[in-house]
C-alpha cells in the first residue's frame, strides 16, 4: 500500500504574530483597498492617498537591512504568503502595486552589491515606491519558463541587451529597472539598467485586466551597460529558477486571496437571490458548484502553504511551486468564471466586482514566465 504520509509535514496554524498581522491586512484591503478598486480601475492607477496609507504598512522596509535605512526584521515565505493573500483579497491590482516594489527590495537585498544596495535600497526607506521598475515578465512565451525574452551579450568590456519585457508597473515613475536578460549560454540574470540608457524605450499597454495597474513595454536595443551594473557584480550569478519559484508562491497566494473573495460574494448572492419563489442556492446545480469552489480553494490554501513551508524549511520547493502555480492559474481561472455564471446578467455587469475579479485572475497564468510552461 502506498504511503501518503508527506516528507516534509507542515503546520497550518498561523501564529500569534502572523494573526495580528493577516487581521491588520485584511481589514486594510477590506476597507481601504476594495472600495475604491473601481476608482483605481477608471484611473489605471491607485490613488495618491491609498499609496501613502500603504507606504505607512513598512512592508517594503520590513526587511531591507538597518543599515540602508531598514527595519531588518526577517520574514519567512509563509507570513509573507498570507501578506500577499490578504492583501489580494481587497483588489489584485491594488495588491500588486505594493508587491512588486516589496519584491524588487527583497531581490535587491539578497542578492545586490554593496553599491547597487546603498544607491537602490535607501530609496525605498526614505519613502519611494516605484523608482525601480522589475522586468521579470516575458513579452513571448518561452520554451524554457526560467528564459527570457532579453538576450544579453557579455563577451565584450561592455553587456548589450536586446529584447522586450511585458507588463512592468510603474514605468513612467521609475529611474531605473531591473531586468531579467539570458546569455547565450543559457543563464539567467538580472541587470540594472538605467532609465535613460540609450535603446530603451517604455510603451504604455492597456491589459484586460489589471487595470488599477499602469503598466508598460519596454523595448531594449543594443542597449550597452557596464558590467558593474549585472545585479550583484559581473562575477555574480542569481539562481533564477529559484527566483522565479518565489514569485509564482507569492502571485499563487494573491490568486487565493482574490478566489476568496469571490466565495464570500457568491455565497450570500446565491443565499439571497430568489428565482421561482426560493433562493438559487436551493437548487442542486448551484450548490454543487459553490461547493466545487469551495473545494478548490481549500486546496489552492493548502498548496501555497506547504510550497511557502518548504521554502522556509531549506527543502527543494521547485516542484510544489510549480504545482501550485499552475493549479492555481487553472482554478483560479475557473473560480472567476464560476463566479460570474452565478450570478446570471448580473456577473456581466460593473454592478458587481465579480467580473473585475474574474478579469484579474486571468493575469496568474500570464505573468511570471506562465502557468503553462
Not at 505607512?56 to 543599515?67: K, R, T, V
Not at 531581490?107 to 547597487?116: A, K
Not at 539570458?182 to 538605467?194: A, I, Q
Not at 478566489?259 to 430568489?274: F, G, I, W
Request: aromatic fraction near 6%; charge should be negative; glycine fraction near 8%.
Amino acid at each position: 500500500m502506498q504511503d501518503y504520509k508527506t516528507e516534509h509535514p507542515f503546520d497550518i496554524a498561523m501564529s500569534e504574530e502572523q494573526q495580528m498581522t493577516w487581521d491588520m491586512l485584511r481589514k486594510f484591503a477590506e476597507t481601504e483597498m476594495r472600495p475604491i478598486a473601481r476608482d483605481a480601475e477608471a484611473a489605471g492607477r491607485p490613488s495618491d492617498e491609498l499609496l501613502g496609507k500603504m507606504k505607512n504598512l513598512d512592508l517594503i522596509s520590513l526587511g531591507i537591512p538597518e543599515a540602508y535605512g531598514g527595519m531588518e526584521i526577517a520574514q519567512d515565505a509563509t507570513s509573507q504568503a498570507l501578506a500577499l493573500e490578504a492583501l489580494a483579497y481587497g483588489d489584485l491590482s491594488l495588491a500588486m502595486s505594493l508587491s512588486l516594489p516589496m519584491l524588487t527590495a527583497k531581490i535587491i537585498t539578497e542578492h545586490g552589491s554593496e553599491e547597487q544596495k546603498n544607491e537602490l535600497l535607501k530609496q525605498y526607506s526614505d519613502g519611494s515606491m516605484f523608482h525601480v521598475g522589475l522586468g521579470i515578465n516575458n513579452s513571448s512565451i518561452m520554451g524554457n519558463a526560467s528564459h527570457s525574452s532579453v538576450s544579453v551579450d557579455e563577451s565584450g568590456e561592455e553587456l548589450m541587451l536586446n529584447g522586450t519585457k511585458t507588463g512592468i508597473a510603474f514605468a513612467e515613475e521609475a529611474t531605473s529597472f531591473l531586468i531579467s536578460a539570458t546569455s547565450e549560454s543559457g543563464e539567467s540574470n538580472l541587470y540594472v539598467l538605467d532609465k535613460d540608457t540609450e535603446g530603451l524605450e517604455i510603451t504604455s499597454k492597456e491589459f484586460m485586466g489589471l487595470k488599477g495597474l499602469p503598466l508598460s513595454e519596454i523595448n531594449l536595443s543594443n542597449c550597452k551597460i557596464k558590467t558593474s551594473q549585472k545585479l550583484g557584480g559581473h562575477n555574480y550569478s542569481i539562481n533564477f529558477q529559484e527566483l522565479l519559484d518565489s514569485s509564482r508562491i507569492g502571485m499563487s497566494a494573491m490568486a487565493l486571496g482574490v478566489c476568496q473573495a469571490v466565495l464570500d460574494y457568491v455565497v450570500p448572492y446565491t443565499n439571497e437571490r430568489v428565482a421561482f419563489d426560493e433562493p438559487i442556492s436551493n437548487r442542486q446545480s448551484v450548490a454543487f458548484l459553490v461547493a466545487d469552489m469551495a473545494i478548490e480553494i481549500e486546496a489552492m490554501r493548502l498548496m501555497v502553504y506547504k510550497a511557502a513551508a518548504l521554502k522556509d524549511i531549506g527543502a527543494d520547493f521547485h516542484k510544489q511551486a510549480s504545482l501550485t502555480h499552475r493549479f492555481a492559474a487553472h482554478h483560479g481561472m475557473k473560480i472567476g468564471t464560476d463566479g460570474v455564471q452565478l450570478l446570471g446578467g448580473h456577473g456581466f455587469t460593473h454592478e458587481h466586482p465579480v467580473e473585475l475579479w474574474y478579469r484579474n485572475l486571468r493575469a496568474i497564468g500570464i505573468f511570471e514566465a506562465g502557468a503553462g510552461v
